[in-house]
């Protein structure tokens, strides 16, 4: 098993979400936990007195046993290229970069086990929904530790690297899909009269009340949305509309542009 120590290249705010749910939970204390930022010393001034880690520099990255790229793809290459001289093989490597395989890492850093991460926005208020695919020289440990970590941000699933386009599709883009659906609900309401702040605040305790309901686990959607269509009532007549509409159509489409542009982003002459 790997040792404790953990640096975060990066402290934005999944970096953030990250370290303060992991210290929370009790999973890592503040002083295993140490960033790494030369290029924004404010941010990681930031970070270190909202959790208690510790601001490392460069070369502290090579007493780290885990590190976790936490930066945007478009800034890995300057990044590796600052970095390299202290990444030493022998760490286990969280990625959270879109589009960044494990192969691209493990090429930056020969015979270095990487792990490639999923997460979405909900990682902030520990309901994350990630996946994770391991690289060739990850193990089964390492993967427990991935595991560990990120089961106290929410739901975390393995899936085969050839899946994080999809997931990136469902999950990653997925709050935004939900909020354009509650936006447009509330939209409709306001255009028939219905003053604004009615009408956003139903639509979005809406879209709680039925995550709630759904979290139990003990109803699918498929089951809840039939309890509520009533035979030749208002909801009824509404999913029709809407499907008629294009509604599945419609949904199919944002899955597969986001898929396809995730794809493009694993390629780095297209980054």
Same mark, same amino acid.
């Given at each position: ?26 999973? $890592? ?5 140490? =960033? ?13 007195? /909202?959790? +208690? ?7 502290? /990255?090579?007493?780290?046993?885990? @590190? ?7 800034? %890995? ?9 202290? /990444? ?10 879109? +589009?960044? =395989? ?26 994350? !929904? ?12 390492? &993967?427990? /530790?991935?595991?560990?970590? #990120? ?7 393995? @899936? ?7 997931? =990136? ?8 899909? %939900? &909020? ?22 139903? !639509? ?22 039939? $309890? ?10 509404? @999913? ?14 944002? #899955? ?16």
């Amino acid at each position: 098993m790997r040792g404790n120590k953990t640096a975060f290249i990066g402290t934005g705010f999944m970096a953030r979400a990250m370290i303060g749910g992991i210290v929370d939970s009790g999973v $890592r204390s503040p002083s295993d936990i140490f =960033t790494v930022n030369p290029v924004d010393r404010n941010s990681a001034v930031e970070v270190s007195s /909202l959790y +208690g880690v510790r601001m490392g520099e460069i070369g502290d /990255l090579r007493d780290a046993d885990v @590190v976790v790229w936490a930066i945007k793809p478009q800034q %890995f290459d300057e990044a590796i290229t600052m970095y390299r001289d202290f /990444l030493a093989p022998d760490k286990l490597y969280l990625s959270i970069m879109a +589009g960044i =395989t494990t192969e691209r890492l493990e090429d930056a850093i020969p015979g270095a086990a990487v792990v490639r991460l999923m997460p979405n926005l909900a990682l902030s208020v520990k309901k994350s !929904a990630t996946a994770y695919a391991p690289g060739k020289s990850a193990t089964e440990d390492d &993967c427990a /530790l991935v595991e560990e970590f #990120f089961s106290v941000l929410g739901t975390v699933q393995r @899936v085969d690297e050839e899946m994080i386009s999809s997931v =990136t599709a469902l999950s990653g883009s997925g709050p935004a899909y %939900f &909020c354009l659906l509650t936006e447009k609900l509330a939209e409709a309401a306001k255009t028939e009269g219905m003053d604004e702040a009615t009408a956003d605040a139903l !639509a979005l305790s809406t879209l709680v009340g039925t995550a709630k309901l759904l979290s139990g686990g003990e109803v699918t959607p498929e089951e809840l949305r039939r $309890r509520v269509t009533s035979k030749k009532g208002t909801t009824e007549a509404g @999913v029709n509309a809407m499907l008629e509409g294009g509604f599945s159509e419609a949904v199919a489409a944002g #899955f597969n542009a986001a898929r396809i542009r995730s794809d493009e982003l694993s390629a780095p002459d297209k980054n």
